[in-house]
């Protein structure tokens, strides 16, 4: 298993009970929260700080091409709704 993997899914099982107690749930016929994390890293997106449902939304602070970015993740689909730079 790959570091990266075994860092992402540390990540989200830390982040998660945050997540539950946030009130906002994903919908239960959405992607799996490893899959979304797995492919955002795919995409060249590293270095997770936070990752946080709401709005029906994944909001999800990231690094890439060492800037900050702040992304909205469609929960069912896993496509990046808005990419935006974090100030």
Same mark, same amino acid.
């Given at each position: 298993? &790959?570091l #990266?993997? %075994? %860092?992402? %899914?540390?990540? $989200? +099982?830390?982040?998660?009970? #945050?997540?539950?107690l946030a =009130?906002d749930?994903?919908? @239960?016929?959405?992607?799996? +929260?490893s /899959?979304?994390?797995?492919?955002? *890293? !795919?995409? =060249?997106?590293? @270095?997770?700080? /936070? %990752? /946080?449902?709401?709005d =029906?939304k994944?909001e $999800?602070d $990231?690094?890439?091409?060492? @800037?900050?970015? *702040?992304? /909205?993740?469609?929960?069912?689909? =896993? !496509?990046?709704l808005?990419? &935006? +730079?974090?100030?």
């Amino acid at each position: 298993m &790959k570091l #990266a993997t %075994i %860092i992402s %899914i540390f990540s $989200v +099982l830390t982040i998660l009970p #945050a997540m539950v107690l946030a =009130g906002d749930k994903p919908p @239960q016929d959405g992607k799996p +929260l490893s /899959e979304i994390v797995k492919s955002l *890293e !795919e995409q =060249g997106f590293k @270095q997770i700080s /936070e %990752i /946080e449902f709401d709005d =029906g939304k994944w909001e $999800v602070d $990231v690094y890439k091409d060492n @800037q900050k970015r *702040e992304l /909205e993740v469609d929960p069912s689909s =896993g !496509e990046i709704l808005s990419d &935006k +730079l974090d100030d």
